[in-house]
């Protein structure tokens, strides 16, 4: 393992810095000639880093991007804004400082693709065709889904929401740096749809929790979960690891309890349970909506129709990203249809596989690069310690750095991976360069 000295020290070295950069690309063959009219639906962080990608590995392709956001988000700090250990502009920056030359920006959304016609309709009235398209969309919120609920709640009367963007994490912290301060009852929720990092929930309940504690008032807070079926975390020696945590912090857990309704007059929360409807009080209430696929997705025909029926994940091969029955269609990242893989960790992995997909169908031939599932959370579970939980689609632990960084440990080292390398890294691979 590595201590505090000598991580300062491979820090001095440069260390850190081939860290945050570990898994950089290599070097790229000669680009590939082409007139192909490629579209990527998202400037996130798998349609921004594929647009990088792309203009250096085709010579003459026509790549467009569309997104109607002015502003890019850096989504794995949330969970820090609304802890208050980051400013909400800690995670923002502009969607143009990470495009490339060469690529055209429409600011719009979109309000149909056709995969029969090969074409993406924009709100705003444009009609592209395309011959490859990458959707890398993102996925949606549904706060509408749950009754009484509305984000002009947050930061007010014990509601919090981090995943809502800067400024309601923001305002999140407000709303639970009160609960801390005062104590009581911290209802903390996840939904039961699939969801972008599962793990923010914990990392949320985990720091709340260690805040009450920093301003010595743990005695008078009570501390719930509530898990949306029997465990804690869809790797189940995880879920193991946060359940005795738990034990040991005396937070409470409820299962199977999915957040349906908030009377915030009354302080309490509706949560449907396989025995019913069950009511409970809360001084502070942190609210994660169900997640679904943009409603262009769910009615262009590419969702899977046999699984995730309600949800709308593009129907996609597990391996490649490749759409199964639309052979010129890609998804990446929130969106893809796949088992696991909803954080930015993922895409890092995904969006070379889609490039080496789509440049081989371009050039005539068959890509070999495969997603095994690779994902990746940086667990919180206090400040300065968290565990570098890393897995594939088979629950197996697949550690980056074995020997160096135990994965179910609560490590300093890996608080400082969040802290120092996370970040950077993550700008690298919107730079296509990791």
């Not at 060469?102 to 011959?131: F, N």
Request: glycine content about 10%; overall charge negative.
């Amino acid at each position: 393992m590595v201590n505090r000295r000598q991580f300062l020290a491979l820090a001095g070295a440069g260390g850190v810095g081939a860290v945050a950069v570990a898994n950089t690309v290599p070097a790229q063959p000669a680009p590939v000639s082409t007139n192909a009219r490629i579209v990527i639906i998202g400037a996130g962080a798998a349609g921004t880093a594929l647009a990088n990608l792309l203009t250096r590995r085709l010579e003459g392709a026509q790549v467009t991007l569309i997104d109607p956001r002015p502003e890019h988000l850096y989504q794995p700090g949330l969970t820090l804004v609304a802890a208050g250990l980051q400013p909400a502009n800690y995670v923002v920056s502009r969607t143009t400082d990470w495009l490339p030359d060469g690529v055209t920006l429409i600011e719009g959304s979109v309000a149909a693709v056709d995969p029969e016609t090969r074409t993406v309709e924009t709100a705003e009235g444009d009609t592209l065709d395309y011959d490859y398209l990458i959707v890398a969309s993102g996925l949606v919120q549904d706060y509408d889904a749950i009754e009484g609920f509305s984000l002009d709640m947050v930061g007010r009367d014990g509601i919090g929401a981090l995943y809502a963007g800067p400024e309601y994490a923001a305002k999140t912290w407000e709303a639970a740096s009160a609960f801390v301060e005062t104590g009581g009852t911290g209802l903390f929720t996840r939904p039961a749809t699939e969801m972008k990092c599962a793990g923010a929930p914990l990392k949320h309940t985990f720091l709340i929790d260690d805040r009450a504690r920093r301003a010595g008032n743990a005695s008078r807070t009570n501390i719930v979960y509530a898990a949306n079926n029997d465990s804690l975390f869809g790797v189940p020696i995880v879920s193991e690891k946060v359940r005795m945590l738990f034990h040991d912090r005396g937070i409470d857990t409820v299962y199977s309890h999915v957040l349906k309704a908030v009377d915030a007059g009354r302080k309490a929360a509706v949560f449907t349970t396989p025995e019913g409807d069950r009511e409970l009080a809360y001084d502070y209430l942190h609210v994660i909506p169900p997640q679904r696929a943009p409603d262009f997705v769910r009615q262009s025909g590419l969702s899977w129709v046999d699984r995730w029926t309600d949800q709308g994940w593009i129907e996609v091969d597990p391996h490649t990203l490749r759409h199964r029955r639309y052979r010129e269609v890609f998804a990446v990242g929130d969106v893809a249809g796949v088992p696991k893989g909803k954080t930015p960790a993922s895409a890092k992995w995904q969006v070379p596989v889609v490039e080496d997909h789509l440049v081989a169908a371009i050039a005539g031939g068959e890509g070999t690069r495969r997603y095994d599932g690779y994902t990746s959370c940086p667990l919180i579970t206090r400040i300065g310690r968290a565990m570098l939980v890393e897995f594939d689609y088979n629950n197996n632990l697949v550690p980056s750095f074995p020997g160096i960084i135990a994965p179910l440990e609560e490590l300093w080292i890996s608080w400082l991976m969040k802290e120092i390398a996370l970040k950077p890294t993550y700008n690298a691979m919107l730079r296509g360069r990791a």
